[in-house]
């Protein structure tokens, strides 16, 4: 690439760029969607996209996962299951392009992004402390290799309520990235994740917000700004939900009675 400055500078240097390439995920044959994502934890990505969209409600249903190359993923199905939509993975409504800025985009109505998830987030007691909370995003950024060579990734990372980080994916797609922490959970048989955070290294989408809430987690973070739709299901589902999560500061959007001041909820009276 061309280095240029505003002083009419220019040499030419070697860059690293985030890789961005389509993985197609079948099922029992049958295309179902092709997404724009980062390679890597692709079969992580597959389960976690197909349990997320409310697809795939238990990982037993499945025979098989597998990469026939590099840029597609089979699911198998056990004999006699079907995606919960029904017997034909095209009455999914999901066979289309997903694109690494947008998991919804081929929705056809706003129902149609609602799914039910089956756990209950707002039964979750967990509480965090502001300083656990605001002690995540630098967990996060120094455990992001590849975003550290490129610049161009999103991040997702597992916490847990005193901050230790479980796990951490990268992709170009926000969603994608969440998605592979929901198949990591959904493979370990770790869901629901009650009493754990997940931290999205950007913007808080309704799309993030969704599948939080179908992994169980009770408490979702952002770097940055929440969008007023993600706000409302957080609201509706009992999630707590913080955004421009940065230096000492955070604002609480929902759920405010998990972010603790020593033992007193914020916003509540001690006593």
């Known amino acids: 690439m061309l280095r240029v400055t505003v002083s009419g500078d220019a040499e030419h240097r070697a860059d690293l760029l985030a890789a961005e390439e389509p993985l197609e995920i079948r099922v029992d044959g049958s295309p179902l969607t092709v997404t724009m994502r980062t390679p890597g934890d692709d079969i992580d ?29 089979a699911v198998t199905l056990k004999p006699g299951r079907t995606l919960a939509s029904g017997p034909d993975p095209e009455a999914a409504a999901r066979n289309f392009l997903t ?9 056809d109505s706003v129902e149609a ?25 630098d967990r996060l950024r120094d455990a992001q290799r590849v975003f550290s060579r490129t610049g161009g990734l999103h991040a997702a990372g597992l916490f847990t309520p005193d901050g230790t980080l479980l796990v951490l994916r990268e992709d170009v797609g926000r969603h994608n990235a969440v998605d592979k922490v929901a198949g ?6 770790l869901l629901p994740l009650a009493g754990h955070v997940l931290l999205v290294s950007g913007r808080a989408s309704f799309e993030l917000a969704q599948k939080a809430v179908m992994i169980g987690v009770p408490v979702l973070a952002a770097v940055s700004a929440p969008s ?22 955070m604002n609480v959007y929902a759920g405010a009675q998990r972010v603790t001041a020593a033992d007193a909820p914020l916003g509540y009276p001690a006593g």
Request: net charge negative.
């Open 113 to 137: 992004i609602r799914t039910r998830s089956a756990f209950d987030v707002a039964a979750d007691p967990v509480r965090v402390t502001p300083a656990v909370l605001a002690g995540l995003p």
């Open 228 to 249: 007023s739709l993600a706000a409302s299901l957080a609201e509706e589902t009992g999630l707590t939900l913080v955004g421009f999560l940065r230096g000492t500061t």
């Open 99 to 107: 694109t690494s800025a947008c998991g919804v985009c081929g929705k």
């Open 184 to 189: 990591w959970a959904l493979r370990a048989d």
């Open 45 to 73: 990505l597959a389960a976690g996209f197909l349990f997320t969209e409310g697809l795939l409600p238990r990982l037993d249903e499945v025979d098989e996962i597998r990469m026939c190359d590099q840029n597609v993923a």
